[in-house]
Each structure stands twice: as C-alpha cells, then as structure tokens.
C-alpha cells in the first residue's frame, strides 16, 4: 500500500524512464501509478550534511511546484481535455514521490504512415487540437514524441485519435527546470533545448517556450506520414544536434509541397520562425496535404544524399588550342545538337605519319601470313561553344 493505493502488479521502468510503474487499485478503480526514481526528499535523519539537505530539499519543493503547478492548470476534466491523460493524484510517502493517472488501454497503432490520407488528418488534427490546449495556457509538454502518444480507435468510429500522456516533465512556457534537471527525449528535442541542456550560456530559460512543442511535432509528423523522421547526416545525434551545427535536414520528396513548406517551417533552427499550432491545424483542413506523391525525377529513397561518386578517371589526349579532354565534354553534352549527339568521333586534321620501324624478320619459307592492319592515331580535337 502506499497512501491508500494497493499495488497490484510488480513495479517496472519498462519505458518509465527515470522512473518506476505499476497498477494500483484504490475505492474499487484502477489506477496508473508511478514512482519517481528522483528526487529524493531529505528527511531529519537523511545522510549528508545540513547545507547538502538544503540544497535537496530547495530542490524537492521546485520539483513539487511545478508538478502542482501544472495539475492545477491541466485538470482531468478540463473542457476539451477529452484526449490528455492527465494526473489525478501527486504525492510524497517518505523521501519518495509519487503520481497517479487513471488506468488507461495503452494499446496503440504502429505504423500510422499506413493510414490514408484523409486518417492521417484527423489523427494528426486530433493531437494538435490537444496540444493548442496546452499552449493555449502557456504549458509546454516538454516530452513530445511517438511513444507518449496513443493512437486508437474511438467507440465505433473509423477514424483513430491520437491521446497525449506523460506530463512528467511540462512547465510554463518560459521557465523550465535547471538545466541539469530537464528532461526530455534528445532525437526529439528542439535546437535550443539541447544547447539548454549543454549549458550553453546563450540560450536563456525564457527562450525554451512552446516552440519547443512544434519543433517536436514537425518531427513526428514527418514520421507519421512517411515511417522515419527527416534524413540528418550520421557524425549528428539528433535532428537538433544537425541544425546547432548549420547543417539541414532532408525532408521525404513523397511530401506535397504544402507539407514540404509547413514542416520546413516548424523545423527551423530560430524558435521565432516556427508557426503556431493553430497555424499547422489550418494547414490540415485538406486532407490532401497529407498525401505521398511520386517521387520527383532523380531522387533517392535514402532520406540522406547518398555520397557523389568518385569522378570517372579522365582519358587523357594530346590536346592543342580548342580541345577538350573527354570529362569537360561531358559538361557541354546538352550544347550538341541532338543529330551529331551519336556520331563517331571525326579527325579534323590528318593523322600523324606512322613512326618508321624496324621491319621484323622473315617468316619462313611457307609460313602463312596475314597482312598486318595498318596503325593510326586519331586527336579528337572539340571547339568549346563558349570561345
């Protein structure tokens, strides 16, 4: 038991993080409950000394805080919350904290990229109407990712919702944990919250807002509707980690040019210049945004440019005034009409007389011989069309 709450499966981290999980029962309901791995709160008889306590326990209470900041906001029955899950219950038992959720089915579809079009919208809609509720008061979820939402079917309905959970880690726009106690799931993280994280002395707490949110929403986006996040090169870490470093990320050619637009939007490096989520919700009312089109002419299906090949060796000729070795051919192709394009090559000037040579001995008498095909050297000399 812990304050009233009968466990009634053994705790795990299966997925839980920096923390622990279990069910729990309590007045005939089943519960989610979920123990935090840390902080732990000091106690009289805790070890350390008393400045060390002090300094755990001025942490405890930003910690305690913020969580019931964020309860008090984002309440269970909140109109239009019908897609959160949302904490009923947060509390210490010892030097231990604790949140409950109500008990949810946490089954969830895999492969949403599978989806038509028109799914594929009201699922991505879905999430974001929760997610306007949020930044509607100023709460940044923190923790946006595939795993912390669930799509499922509703009722009898044909169409899958997508229900946002795990709130563990949202603040208020603007003010976020110390850097050393944010959380977050770094592959989903915004630019600004990673150098938040490294401790980068430029980025200060009131520049980690609700864009955030959207950086990490572009990114899911993307992979809702295609299966795989936007192509970033293998020396980065993370999407955000490419952008900090000035490189780009490589979005899907199957996107229409609309969602190409939007997502560039909400993936760039300057939180300023990403759009709202209401913005992203009106861009969704045709469901053909969402569509994945052939792919352009000369594209790869590798999210990333497979590297140039190395260039062909250059056969190397004698060349005078006006010639071209055959490499820079290649680059004035297009500049020959199409008529003379498969034509042999054609010797503007006489081959060079043969080099005399010894003649080789004799045959023989009544030794068969062929007549020997002359030699000649051919120069393949190109006018270049821009002289």
């Known amino acids: ?42 106690g009289p008889s805790s070890p350390g000394s008393e400045q060390s306590k002090r300094r755990r326990l001025a942490l405890c209470e930003e910690f305690e805080q913020r969580h019931r900041a964020i309860m008090r906001v984002l309440t269970p029955d909140m109109p239009g919350g019908g897609h959160l899950v949302l904490a009923t219950d947060f509390f210490a038992a010892g030097s231990t904290y604790y949140k409950v959720t109500a008990r949810i089915d946490t089954s969830t579809l895999d492969q949403p990229q599978s989806l038509d079009p028109r799914h594929k919208a009201v699922l991505l809609k879905t999430l974001m109407v929760s997610l306007q509720l949020l930044h509607g008061i100023d709460v940044v979820h923190g923790d946006l990712k595939p795993a912390n939402v669930l799509i499922q079917k509703q009722g009898t309905s044909a169409f899958y919702v997508a229900k946002l959970i795990d709130f563990d880690d949202s603040y208020l726009s603007g003010n976020p944990p110390a850097p050393d106690e944010i959380a977050g799931d770094s592959l989903y993280g915004a630019p600004e919250w990673l150098r938040y994280l490294q401790q980068d002395p430029s980025v200060k707490p009131r520049e980690l807002t609700c864009a955030v949110d959207i950086f990490a929403l572009g990114l899911m986006i993307h992979q809702y509707l295609t299966g795989g996040l936007p192509g970033y090169l293998d020396r980065y870490s993370s999407p955000a980690d490419a952008l900090n470093a000035g490189a780009e990320l490589v979005l899907d050619s199957r996107l229409t040019d609309q969602m190409r637009g939007l997502l560039r939007g909400m993936l760039a490096a300057d939180p300023r210049a990403r759009p709202r989520v209401g913005t992203v919700l009106t861009a969704l009312k045709d469901p053909e945004v969402c569509e994945l089109r052939y792919r352009r002419p000369g594209t790869s299906r590798s999210a990333v440019p497979p590297p140039s090949a190395p260039a062909p060796a250059e056969v190397t000729h004698t060349t005078g005034p006006g010639e071209l070795p055959l490499s820079r051919v290649r680059g004035i192709a297009r500049l020959v009409p199409p008529e003379l394009a498969t034509c042999p090559p054609v010797a503007t000037e006489p081959a060079a007389p043969p080099t005399p040579v010894t003649p080789p001995a004799p045959e023989p008498p009544g030794a068969a011989t062929e007549p020997e095909a002359p030699k000649s050297r051919v120069r393949i000399r190109l006018r270049d069309p821009r002289s």
């Open 1 to 42: 038991m812990v304050n009233g709450y009968r466990i009634v499966s053994s705790p795990t981290n299966a997925g839980g993080g920096k923390c622990l999980w279990a069910f729990a029962e309590k007045d005939d309901t089943q519960y989610f409950i979920k123990q935090f791995l840390k902080p732990k709160r000091p």
